[in-house]
């Protein structure tokens, strides 16, 4: 096996190798840090490199596969993690000059779930100011470019995350999600990736919230194989409700008058019809959101924690980007009385949209509403030539972030040579039903793995 092909194995097929003495964790490490070597000058997606730290744990998990003593099904598996999370004695920077120089005191509780399965982490990926973006660019390390097109972005704010996996920087990245920040850069970078519903991902040590419970952690794969026993190691067990053979798919093309790419839509018709072909029942209907009161809400909540968030950090003003500025300055302006009113009427939108979940098995939509742009741009101002704001990609993410639903995104048919998403939704906690139909629609409609870069 030519080393080429080491860094293009997924998790499971390294963990077979190792399992049949065919590779070691430690000829897999190295390849994946001469994959860095060569593709992240021109990608910008790993800023922190623990390679001493990488070759200890890839060196202590081939001794334990020699001895028959492998800790888990991760075990030598190289991961980054995004630089929002805690890696115990890595720098955490958060993307941000307030934090430039902060190493972290210790692991995050899903950080040392993988550490304790004998994962080799090799570093932190990159992630715009307090990955609060959809875009990733931040004054510290600069943007990341997307495998696909590296003059394209791969969207934010996990696209550090994206763009490691993507272009075989490692298998597995561990990112997070407050609006969509695992799911639209994984369908704009063609990988596969899973938001859980709160709570089942446990987390404790790390920086504060800035949006209530919205943001997850989760894994970014190239395989819904890999999502899946990623998740079963971070994640508490659940009961696994069973599911019918036969889904009933709820499908939203649509959210009322905001625009959406063409291509998105025509990627997004192909993959309904794969879900028929599979023999599920798919009905098209309308959102029953709103997806100016979704930005509205998740704007008020997001900027009085982006508020906390700079409070004692003397001169912050002239230290954080325009846009987190504007944020905290809106922040500091609501009310305790606003921003309870917020979370009222956020619980009232969770108990409708949760009703409205379960009246199927699972609702489908695009991963976003717009195909990636230019590397140093915010986002395209312009959609199906409509007017487009700086969340006009978010229309069909965040909302599942304020309704805590789990969701998961599969690539579907490439437009323009580049990725779009698919992205499903199940009632809460049911992680499995979501796995399971994004493995027969990766099965049914495979797609090219890894980025051509």
């Not at 008020?300 to 508020?307: D, E, K, L, P, T």
Request: hydrophobic share 50%; charged share 15%.
């Amino acid at each position: 096996m030519t080393e080429d092909q080491v860094w293009a194995l997924d998790a499971a097929d390294l963990v077979a190798s190792f399992r049949a003495g065919r590779l070691d964790p430690v000829q897999v490490l190295e390849a994946c840090l001469e994959r860095i070597r060569a593709t992240n000058p021109a990608l910008n997606a790993v800023v922190t490199l623990d390679a001493a730290g990488a070759r200890a744990a890839a060196e202590a998990s081939a001794a334990r596969w020699q001895a028959g003593a492998a800790l888990s099904a991760l075990d030598g598996v190289p991961i980054t993690v995004k630089d929002n999370l805690f890696v115990g004695g890595l720098r955490a920077t958060w993307g941000s000059r307030l934090h430039g120089n902060h190493i972290a005191p210790r692991d995050d509780i899903p950080v040392a779930r993988l550490r304790a399965a004998g994962v080799v982490i090799l570093g932190k990926t990159n992630t715009p100011e307090f990955a609060l973006a959809g875009f990733t660019n931040n004054p510290l390390f600069g943007s990341t470019g997307n495998p696909w097109a590296p003059d394209y972005q791969p969207g934010g704010s996990s696209g550090g995350a994206v763009a490691a996996v993507a272009s075989g920087m490692g298998p597995i990245a561990l990112a997070t999600d407050a609006g969509g920040s695992l799911r639209r850069p994984a369908g704009h970078a063609g990988v596969a990736t899973i938001k859980a519903t709160p709570g089942r991902v446990p987390r404790r040590w790390g920086f504060p919230p800035l949006a209530a419970d919205f943001q997850v952690i989760g894994p970014i794969a190239r395989s819904v194989r890999d999502l899946r026993c990623a998740l079963s190691l971070i994640g508490d067990p659940r009961p696994v409700p069973s599911a019918p053979a036969r889904l009933k798919i709820l499908a939203v093309r649509r959210c009322g008058a905001a625009p959406v790419d063409p291509d998105v839509l025509a990627a997004f018709d192909d993959a309904l019809n794969v879900l028929r072909r599979l023999g599920h029942s798919v009905a098209e209907v309308a959102a029953p959101w709103s997806p100016d009161e979704v930005a509205t809400l998740f704007a008020s909540i997001s900027a009085v924690g982006v508020a906390r968030a700079v409070t004692g950090h003397e001169g912050w003003e002239g230290k954080v980007t325009p846009s987190i500025r504007a944020q905290a300055i809106a922040g500091q302006a609501l009310s305790a009385t606003d921003y309870l009113l917020s979370l009222d009427r956020i619980a009232v939108l969770r108990a409708e949209l949760g009703d409205w979940v379960a009246t199927a098995d699972i609702v489908a939509t695009p991963s976003a509403a717009v195909m990636p742009w230019p590397r140093d741009s915010t986002g395209p101002t312009v959609v199906d030539g409509l007017a487009a704001g700086p969340r006009a990609a978010a229309i069909y993410s965040t909302v599942f972030n304020l309704a805590a639903l789990p969701a998961v995104v599969v690539p579907s048919a490439p437009m323009r040579g580049l990725p779009t998403g698919l992205q499903l939704v199940a009632p809460a906690f049911q992680e499995e039903r979501l796995l399971d139909l994004a493995e027969a629609f990766e099965q049914a409609m495979p797609w090219q793995k890894l980025a051509p870069f």
